[in-house]
Protein backbone atom coordinates (compact mmCIF):
# COMPACT_ATOMS: atom_id res chain seq x y z
CA UNK A 1 0.00 0.00 0.00
CA UNK A 2 3.05 2.02 -0.04
CA UNK A 3 2.14 3.49 -3.40
CA UNK A 4 -0.64 5.88 -2.21
CA UNK A 5 1.79 7.85 -0.22
CA UNK A 6 3.15 9.01 -3.56
CA UNK A 7 0.03 10.81 -4.81
CA UNK A 8 0.04 13.99 -5.72
CA UNK A 9 -2.08 16.92 -7.06
CA UNK A 10 -1.36 19.17 -9.73
CA UNK A 11 -1.10 21.88 -7.60
CA UNK A 12 1.59 20.86 -5.57
CA UNK A 13 4.99 22.16 -5.88
CA UNK A 14 7.83 20.85 -7.48
CA UNK A 15 9.79 20.86 -4.57
CA UNK A 16 6.75 18.27 -2.73
CA UNK A 17 7.63 16.21 -6.09
CA UNK A 18 11.43 15.70 -4.59
CA UNK A 19 10.61 15.10 -0.86
CA UNK A 20 7.94 12.58 -1.86
CA UNK A 21 10.44 10.65 -4.15
CA UNK A 22 13.20 10.94 -1.11
CA UNK A 23 10.23 9.57 1.63
CA UNK A 24 8.65 7.00 -0.58
CA UNK A 25 11.87 5.43 -2.49
CA UNK A 26 9.55 4.59 -5.09
CA UNK A 27 11.36 6.80 -7.88
CA UNK A 28 7.79 7.98 -9.32
CA UNK A 29 4.94 10.34 -7.96
CA UNK A 30 1.87 10.01 -9.35
CA UNK A 31 -0.95 12.86 -10.29
CA UNK A 32 -4.16 12.77 -9.62
CA UNK A 33 -7.29 15.08 -9.62
CA UNK A 34 -10.21 14.90 -6.80
CA UNK A 35 -11.68 11.97 -7.88
CA UNK A 36 -8.35 9.90 -7.77
CA UNK A 37 -7.97 9.57 -11.64
CA UNK A 38 -4.25 9.53 -12.75
CA UNK A 39 -3.38 12.96 -14.70
CA UNK A 40 0.29 11.87 -15.29
CA UNK A 41 3.51 10.93 -13.17
CA UNK A 42 6.74 12.84 -12.42
CA UNK A 43 10.16 11.04 -12.11
CA UNK A 44 13.17 11.78 -12.02
CA UNK A 45 14.39 12.75 -15.05
CA UNK A 46 10.94 15.22 -15.75
CA UNK A 47 12.36 17.48 -12.71
CA UNK A 48 15.78 17.53 -14.40
CA UNK A 49 14.50 18.65 -17.64
CA UNK A 50 11.87 20.85 -15.97
CA UNK A 51 14.66 22.71 -14.08
CA UNK A 52 16.79 22.86 -17.37
CA UNK A 53 13.70 24.89 -18.63
CA UNK A 54 14.14 27.29 -16.29
CA UNK A 55 11.37 25.96 -13.71
CA UNK A 56 11.76 26.74 -10.13
CA UNK A 57 10.80 24.57 -7.05
CA UNK A 58 7.80 26.69 -5.84
CA UNK A 59 5.70 25.92 -9.31
CA UNK A 60 3.48 23.66 -9.92
CA UNK A 61 3.91 19.48 -10.52
CA UNK A 62 1.28 19.68 -13.38
CA UNK A 63 4.29 21.55 -15.61
CA UNK A 64 6.59 18.71 -15.49
CA UNK A 65 4.10 15.83 -15.06
CA UNK A 66 3.93 13.05 -17.75
CA UNK A 67 0.36 13.27 -18.65
CA UNK A 68 0.68 9.34 -21.74
CA UNK A 69 2.55 7.88 -19.23
CA UNK A 70 2.42 3.83 -19.32
CA UNK A 71 -0.81 2.59 -17.37
CA UNK A 72 -2.16 -0.74 -16.89
CA UNK A 73 -5.34 -2.28 -15.85
CA UNK A 74 -5.74 -4.55 -12.99
CA UNK A 75 -6.26 -7.98 -15.04
CA UNK A 76 -3.10 -7.40 -16.30
CA UNK A 77 -0.56 -10.47 -15.06
CA UNK A 78 2.44 -9.39 -13.53
CA UNK A 79 4.32 -11.71 -16.18
CA UNK A 80 2.86 -9.55 -18.94
CA UNK A 81 3.50 -5.91 -16.86
CA UNK A 82 6.92 -7.38 -16.66
CA UNK A 83 7.38 -7.59 -20.45
CA UNK A 84 5.99 -4.22 -21.03
CA UNK A 85 8.68 -3.14 -18.25
CA UNK A 86 11.37 -4.47 -20.14
CA UNK A 87 10.45 -3.22 -23.54
CA UNK A 88 10.48 0.15 -22.60
CA UNK A 89 12.69 0.55 -20.17
CA UNK A 90 10.33 1.45 -17.19
CA UNK A 91 10.27 0.59 -13.42
CA UNK A 92 6.95 1.33 -12.61
CA UNK A 93 3.66 1.44 -14.44
CA UNK A 94 0.88 2.79 -12.17
CA UNK A 95 -2.79 0.49 -12.06
CA UNK A 96 -6.03 1.81 -13.33
CA UNK A 97 -9.52 0.90 -13.89
CA UNK A 98 -11.41 1.71 -17.17
CA UNK A 99 -12.15 5.59 -15.56
CA UNK A 100 -8.39 5.95 -14.95
CA UNK A 101 -8.79 5.87 -11.28
CA UNK A 102 -5.37 4.53 -9.56
CA UNK A 103 -5.58 1.00 -7.98
CA UNK A 104 -2.26 0.78 -7.63
CA UNK A 105 1.36 0.62 -8.56
CA UNK A 106 3.64 -1.93 -10.24
CA UNK A 107 6.78 -1.96 -8.93
CA UNK A 108 9.77 -3.84 -11.15
CA UNK A 109 12.03 -4.56 -8.16
CA UNK A 110 8.84 -6.25 -6.08
CA UNK A 111 7.61 -8.15 -8.97
CA UNK A 112 11.32 -9.73 -9.43
CA UNK A 113 11.91 -10.11 -5.78
CA UNK A 114 8.28 -9.90 -3.84
CA UNK A 115 8.20 -9.84 0.00
CA UNK A 116 8.27 -12.34 2.24
CA UNK A 117 5.01 -13.69 2.89
CA UNK A 118 4.26 -14.61 6.63
CA UNK A 119 0.93 -16.04 5.90
CA UNK A 120 0.44 -20.22 6.01
CA UNK A 121 0.00 -22.09 2.52
CA UNK A 122 -1.74 -24.86 3.05
CA UNK A 123 -1.95 -27.46 0.09
CA UNK A 124 -4.42 -30.56 0.50
CA UNK A 125 -2.69 -33.71 -1.14
CA UNK A 126 -3.85 -36.66 0.36
CA UNK A 127 -5.87 -38.01 -2.18
CA UNK A 128 -5.97 -41.35 -3.48
CA UNK A 129 -6.43 -40.40 -7.12
CA UNK A 130 -8.50 -43.41 -7.76
CA UNK A 131 -8.84 -42.34 -11.39
CA UNK A 132 -5.46 -41.68 -11.93
CA UNK A 133 -4.43 -45.90 -11.72
CA UNK A 134 -2.37 -47.09 -12.73
CA UNK A 135 -0.37 -44.06 -12.10
CA UNK A 136 -1.44 -43.79 -8.51
CA UNK A 137 -1.16 -47.49 -7.56
CA UNK A 138 2.63 -46.46 -6.14
CA UNK A 139 2.69 -43.17 -5.83
CA UNK A 140 0.58 -40.18 -4.46
CA UNK A 141 -0.98 -38.47 -7.24
CA UNK A 142 0.63 -34.71 -6.03
CA UNK A 143 3.96 -36.27 -6.58
CA UNK A 144 3.41 -37.49 -10.17
CA UNK A 145 5.44 -35.86 -12.11
CA UNK A 146 5.17 -33.18 -14.84
CA UNK A 147 7.97 -31.59 -16.99
CA UNK A 148 10.66 -33.58 -14.82
CA UNK A 149 9.28 -33.03 -11.59
CA UNK A 150 6.37 -33.92 -8.93
CA UNK A 151 2.87 -31.50 -9.25
CA UNK A 152 3.51 -30.38 -5.84
CA UNK A 153 6.84 -29.19 -6.29
CA UNK A 154 5.33 -26.99 -8.82
CA UNK A 155 3.27 -25.36 -6.42
CA UNK A 156 5.29 -24.99 -3.88
CA UNK A 157 7.81 -23.22 -5.97
CA UNK A 158 5.09 -21.18 -7.42
CA UNK A 159 4.10 -20.01 -3.84
CA UNK A 160 8.01 -19.47 -3.25
CA UNK A 161 7.86 -17.03 -5.92
CA UNK A 162 5.32 -15.31 -4.62
CA UNK A 163 7.02 -14.91 -1.17
CA UNK A 164 5.35 -17.59 1.05
CA UNK A 165 7.78 -19.31 3.22
CA UNK A 166 5.37 -21.53 5.60
CA UNK A 167 3.52 -24.23 4.06
CA UNK A 168 1.13 -26.92 5.74
CA UNK A 169 0.49 -30.16 3.50
CA UNK A 170 -1.63 -32.71 4.48
CA UNK A 171 -1.11 -36.20 3.42
CA UNK A 172 -2.72 -39.51 3.93
CA UNK A 173 -2.47 -41.99 1.27
CA UNK A 174 1.35 -42.84 0.69
CA UNK A 175 1.95 -39.80 2.28
CA UNK A 176 5.69 -41.01 3.42
CA UNK A 177 6.53 -40.48 0.23
CA UNK A 178 5.56 -36.98 0.20
CA UNK A 179 7.62 -36.71 3.69
CA UNK A 180 10.92 -38.10 2.53
CA UNK A 181 10.60 -36.08 -0.74
CA UNK A 182 10.09 -32.84 0.99
CA UNK A 183 11.71 -33.53 4.71
CA UNK A 184 10.73 -29.82 6.48
CA UNK A 185 11.56 -27.71 3.69
CA UNK A 186 15.04 -25.97 4.86
CA UNK A 187 17.05 -26.93 2.18
CA UNK A 188 14.60 -24.99 0.21
CA UNK A 189 14.53 -21.64 2.41
CA UNK A 190 11.37 -22.72 3.86
CA UNK A 191 9.37 -24.50 6.52
CA UNK A 192 7.10 -27.58 5.90
CA UNK A 193 4.73 -29.14 8.56
CA UNK A 194 2.74 -31.94 8.20
CA UNK A 195 -0.93 -32.71 8.95
CA UNK A 196 -1.42 -36.75 8.56
CA UNK A 197 -5.42 -37.70 7.70
CA UNK A 198 -5.88 -40.91 9.55
CA UNK A 199 -8.99 -41.64 7.20
CA UNK A 200 -10.06 -39.39 4.49
CA UNK A 201 -11.18 -35.82 5.66
CA UNK A 202 -12.44 -34.26 2.54
CA UNK A 203 -11.06 -31.19 1.07
CA UNK A 204 -11.54 -29.03 4.58
CA UNK A 205 -11.53 -31.81 6.87
CA UNK A 206 -8.05 -31.70 7.75
CA UNK A 207 -7.70 -27.87 8.55
CA UNK A 208 -9.00 -28.98 11.86
CA UNK A 209 -6.29 -30.79 12.78
CA UNK A 210 -4.45 -27.49 13.33
CA UNK A 211 -2.74 -27.26 16.73
CA UNK A 212 -1.88 -23.36 16.49
CA UNK A 213 -4.48 -21.41 14.74
CA UNK A 214 -3.03 -18.75 12.42
CA UNK A 215 -2.95 -15.34 13.18
CA UNK A 216 -3.43 -13.94 9.33
CA UNK A 217 -5.15 -14.92 6.05
CA UNK A 218 -3.96 -17.66 4.96
CA UNK A 219 -4.30 -19.71 1.53
CA UNK A 220 -5.70 -23.35 0.92
CA UNK A 221 -5.31 -25.18 -2.21
CA UNK A 222 -5.72 -28.90 -3.36
CA UNK A 223 -2.43 -30.64 -4.61
CA UNK A 224 -3.23 -31.36 -7.88
CA UNK A 225 -4.55 -28.15 -9.29
CA UNK A 226 -2.12 -26.69 -11.69
CA UNK A 227 -2.66 -23.24 -12.62
CA UNK A 228 -1.04 -19.97 -13.30
CA UNK A 229 -3.18 -17.72 -10.69
CA UNK A 230 -1.09 -15.76 -8.30
CA UNK A 231 -1.76 -16.86 -4.87
CA UNK A 232 -0.74 -13.61 -3.54
CA UNK A 233 -3.29 -11.51 -5.77
CA UNK A 234 -6.11 -14.52 -4.44
CA UNK A 235 -5.06 -13.08 -0.73
CA UNK A 236 -5.09 -9.27 -1.44
CA UNK A 237 -8.31 -9.93 -3.20
CA UNK A 238 -9.91 -11.32 -0.48
CA UNK A 239 -8.79 -9.07 2.49
CA UNK A 240 -9.20 -6.05 0.25
CA UNK A 241 -13.40 -7.52 0.12
CA UNK A 242 -13.16 -8.24 4.44
CA UNK A 243 -14.60 -11.58 3.36
CA UNK A 244 -14.36 -14.37 5.66
CA UNK A 245 -13.91 -17.18 2.96
CA UNK A 246 -12.76 -16.46 -0.68
CA UNK A 247 -13.28 -19.55 -3.40
CA UNK A 248 -11.47 -18.92 -6.57
CA UNK A 249 -14.27 -20.36 -9.47
CA UNK A 250 -13.75 -20.80 -13.42
CA UNK A 251 -16.45 -20.44 -15.78
CA UNK A 252 -17.38 -23.22 -17.36
CA UNK A 253 -19.58 -23.39 -20.70
CA UNK A 254 -21.42 -26.62 -22.01
CA UNK A 255 -22.76 -26.88 -25.29
CA UNK A 256 -26.09 -28.89 -25.25
CA UNK A 257 -25.77 -31.43 -28.12
CA UNK A 258 -29.50 -30.77 -29.63
CA UNK A 259 -31.67 -28.39 -30.53
CA UNK A 260 -34.00 -26.76 -27.72
CA UNK A 261 -37.52 -26.70 -28.03
CA UNK A 262 -38.70 -24.36 -25.49
CA UNK A 263 -42.62 -25.09 -24.46
CA UNK A 264 -45.46 -24.13 -22.69
CA UNK A 265 -47.74 -26.96 -22.15
CA UNK A 266 -48.48 -28.19 -25.88
CA UNK A 267 -47.42 -25.09 -27.42
CA UNK A 268 -44.19 -24.16 -28.68
CA UNK A 269 -42.66 -20.85 -27.47
CA UNK A 270 -39.32 -20.83 -29.86
CA UNK A 271 -35.90 -22.61 -30.53
CA UNK A 272 -32.61 -22.32 -29.99
CA UNK A 273 -29.83 -24.34 -32.15
CA UNK A 274 -27.34 -26.10 -29.31
CA UNK A 275 -27.42 -23.51 -26.27
CA UNK A 276 -24.23 -22.48 -24.49
CA UNK A 277 -24.80 -23.17 -20.66
CA UNK A 278 -22.27 -20.85 -18.32
CA UNK A 279 -21.94 -21.99 -15.07
CA UNK A 280 -18.77 -20.98 -12.36
CA UNK A 281 -16.65 -24.08 -11.00
CA UNK A 282 -15.04 -24.39 -8.42
CA UNK A 283 -11.46 -24.38 -8.87
CA UNK A 284 -10.01 -25.77 -5.57
CA UNK A 285 -7.97 -22.70 -4.48
CA UNK A 286 -9.31 -20.33 -1.04
CA UNK A 287 -8.16 -17.36 1.08
CA UNK A 288 -9.50 -18.17 4.17
CA UNK A 289 -9.49 -16.08 7.33
CA UNK A 290 -8.38 -17.90 10.52
CA UNK A 291 -11.76 -17.74 12.49
CA UNK A 292 -13.18 -20.34 10.22
CA UNK A 293 -11.18 -22.67 11.55
CA UNK A 294 -13.94 -22.32 14.61
CA UNK A 295 -16.67 -24.21 11.81
CA UNK A 296 -14.20 -27.41 11.76
CA UNK A 297 -13.51 -30.62 14.08
CA UNK A 298 -10.51 -32.56 14.31
CA UNK A 299 -11.37 -35.74 12.53
CA UNK A 300 -14.19 -34.86 11.25
CA UNK A 301 -15.19 -34.86 7.28
CA UNK A 302 -15.56 -31.51 5.73
CA UNK A 303 -15.86 -30.57 2.18
CA UNK A 304 -14.98 -26.93 1.37
CA UNK A 305 -17.95 -26.19 0.06
CA UNK A 306 -19.99 -27.59 3.25
CA UNK A 307 -17.35 -25.49 5.18
CA UNK A 308 -18.44 -22.46 2.83
CA UNK A 309 -21.99 -23.05 3.40
CA UNK A 310 -21.32 -23.05 7.28
CA UNK A 311 -19.92 -19.74 7.01
CA UNK A 312 -22.89 -17.84 4.96
CA UNK A 313 -25.05 -19.47 7.75
CA UNK A 314 -23.86 -17.92 10.64
CA UNK A 315 -23.24 -14.48 9.03
CA UNK A 316 -19.91 -14.81 7.47
CA UNK A 317 -19.45 -12.79 3.98
CA UNK A 318 -18.18 -15.85 1.43
CA UNK A 319 -16.93 -14.67 -1.82
CA UNK A 320 -15.90 -15.51 -5.31
CA UNK A 321 -12.16 -14.70 -6.92
CA UNK A 322 -13.39 -15.07 -10.43
CA UNK A 323 -10.03 -16.72 -12.37
CA UNK A 324 -9.13 -16.10 -16.03
CA UNK A 325 -5.67 -18.27 -15.69
CA UNK A 326 -4.88 -21.57 -17.41
CA UNK A 327 -6.16 -24.11 -15.29
CA UNK A 328 -6.12 -27.76 -14.83
CA UNK A 329 -7.67 -30.20 -12.43
CA UNK A 330 -5.42 -33.29 -12.75
CA UNK A 331 -7.64 -35.79 -11.87
CA UNK A 332 -8.21 -37.71 -14.89
CA UNK A 333 -5.29 -40.04 -16.97
CA UNK A 334 -6.65 -37.22 -20.11
CA UNK A 335 -5.63 -33.97 -17.57
CA UNK A 336 -2.56 -35.78 -16.88
CA UNK A 337 -1.74 -36.56 -20.14
CA UNK A 338 -2.72 -32.40 -21.31
CA UNK A 339 0.21 -30.84 -19.12
CA UNK A 340 2.12 -33.12 -19.55
CA UNK A 341 1.67 -32.27 -23.15
CA UNK A 342 0.83 -35.78 -24.41
Partial sequence: ??????????DDSIEKVIQNLDQTGLQVVLVV????????????????????????????VHLIMKPNSFVVLPSMSRELVLQLMKANKI?????????RKVLGLHVMDEILQP???????????????????????????????VAGKPMLEHIIEKAMMEGFRNFLISVFYLGHMIEDYFKDGSDRGIR?????????????????YIKEK????????????MTDIRYSELLEFHCKNGAAATMSVR???????????????????GFEEKPIHRTHVNAGIYALEPQTLDHLEAGQKCDMPTLFTRLGEAGNRIIVYPMHEPWVDVGRKEDLAKIRGE
Avoid at 214 to 225: E, L, M
Wanted: proline share 9%; net charge negative.
Fill in 33 to 60: DESNSLLGTITDGDIRRGLLKGLDLSQP
Fill in 214 to 225: PTAPFIVTNGDV
Fill in 192 to 208: IEYVREETPLGTAGALG
Fill in 91 to 99: HQIPIVDED
Fill in 1 to 10: MNWKKAILRP
Fill in 251 to 269: MHEWQHPFGVVRIKGVDIL
Fill in 115 to 145: NQLENLFVIMAGGKGVRLRPYTENCPKPMLP
